[in-house]
């Protein structure tokens, strides 16, 4: 969000201050930032010169590192500008920003963005807007900040027994030395979007794909996806409907207080860009300043929004099940008359009572935590809590293990001949 203008200039004070540079001189980056977040990329350029010019008067160490990373970025976006990709937008919605990813309403068939809270892996500590969950309920990915507080996008597959496989970074190839989050990955189980602020980046995080190599397993050097999708705001996710040929993207270049915006488009089977010679504004094409400027006069964009609605409100009714339990030879249960004995059907209900009851301890645990955080100068306080939360992790890992006995008693009675 932009601060008001006595907020900006006094953090230009204080930042010239610090780096030992005059309030004026200090003024032209400041100014070629805010020209660059207006996509007037000349202007930038031409007040970053003249900051440069002023470092060269007063070297600034600190001035020289923000001038470069500002540098940087303009000049991904100029590179930009020169493949705008050629979309059709359907919708713009203005969103809370900490639950946006609730209003992205995929189809069954193109997995499941989840409340991490309730997940699989709630008893991890995360970073992620949500988690990722695969059609089939076997495949996991989310984001969650390593000791240095760095971010990094984690995966996992469910082993045959039910239990889940110890989760790995899925690269450091992603990062670009910066953080990664809020992966997506498509049907193929290769393409995977995600985003990032590394130094690909034109803004704060931009959108990357990166496919997995079918070999080695590991991720190719990613890709920005540039404009219109990515800009010099942040944009945090996207996903894609390919039965439908739609998709999402979330980002925060509206500068709406406590909001971000959530674009719906056509996805086109292949890309297609704007040639920059036929456009007299391609910079309006890029910042999508009009989504009615992508739009064709032919089409019906309120019945490709009601057909959104009914196949979400459909994979809510169908797929909004109790649960999601593979099999072995690929089946999955999601309901209890997908169960073909009833003694898997009783030991289902033993599981969901019993993740149940790990929910409940999972949810005291992290409650006792912030407790015993906001007592942490209070050593009396403080210490009986820890013994309180040592003894609720025990009890919480048993349940786990309970959990893995549940299942592989279900997985049993079903495939008992």
């Not at 590991?218 to 942040?234: A, D, I, K, T």
């Not at 894609?240 to 040929?245: K, L, R, S, Y």
Request: one cysteine or more; aromatic letters at 10%.
């Amino acid at each position: 969000m932009k601060a008001c203008n006595s907020t900006y200039r006094l953090a230009v004070g204080l930042f010239a201050l610090v780096a030992g540079i005059p309030v004026a001189e200090a003024d032209f980056l400041q100014d070629g930032r805010e020209a660059f977040l207006n996509y007037d990329f000349e202007l930038a350029n031409e007040l970053y010169e003249k900051y440069a010019k002023g470092l060269k008067k007063t070297p600034s160490p600190e001035g020289e590192e923000i001038l470069e990373k500002y540098r940087r970025q303009l000049e991904i976006a100029e590179n930009s500008l020169d493949n705008v990709q050629k979309i059709e937008v359907i919708d713009r919605l203005d969103v809370p920003a900490d639950e946006f990813f609730r209003y992205v309403k995929l189809p069954a068939s193109a997995g499941s963005l989840l409340d991490y809270n309730v997940s699989v892996l709630r008893n991890r500590g995360n970073q992620s807007d949500f988690a990722y969950s695969s059609e089939s309920g076997d495949v996991m990915m989310w984001s969650e900040s390593d000791d240095n507080g760095r971010e990094h996008i984690m995966q996992t597959e469910r082993l045959m027994d039910g239990s889940w496989e110890k989760p790995v970074r899925a690269g450091e190839i992603l990062n670009d030395g910066g953080n990664a989050r809020n992966p997506f990955l498509l049907s193929d189980g290769i393409t995977l979007y995600y985003s990032s602020d590394g130094e690909g980046s034109m803004g704060g995080y931009d959108l990357f794909v990166a496919t997995k190599d079918p070999v080695s397993g590991e991720f190719r050097q990613p890709l920005g996806v540039g404009f219109p999708f990515n800009s010099p705001f942040n944009e945090y996710m996207m996903a894609i409907d390919e039965d439908n040929g739609l998709g999402w993207w979330v980002t925060d270049r509206n500068q709406l207080d406590g909001k971000v915006s959530v674009y719906v488009f056509k996805t086109n089977d292949v890309r297609k860009n704007y040639i920059l010679e036929d456009e007299d504004d391609i910079v309006s094409l890029a910042r999508l300043a009009d989504i009615g400027l992508t739009q064709n006069a032919e089409t019906d964009y309120q019945s490709i929004k009601r057909g959104i609605d009914e196949r979400a409100s459909v994979s809510k009714s169908t797929d909004g099940f109790d649960f999601i339990f593979p099999l072995p030879g690929g089946r999955v249960a999601k309901k209890f008359a997908d169960f073909s004995t009833s003694a898997a059907k009783k030991g289902m209900q033993q599981y969901m009572k019993a993740t149940e009851e790990y929910a409940r301890l999972e949810k005291e645990l992290k409650e006792l935590r912030m407790k015993y955080h906001a007592a942490a100068g209070k050593n009396g306080a403080a210490g009986a809590m820890r013994d309180q939360i040592i003894e609720l992790e025990k009890k919480r890992d048993q349940q786990m293990a309970a959990l893995k006995q549940l299942r592989n008693a279900v997985v049993a009675a079903e495939t008992k001949q």
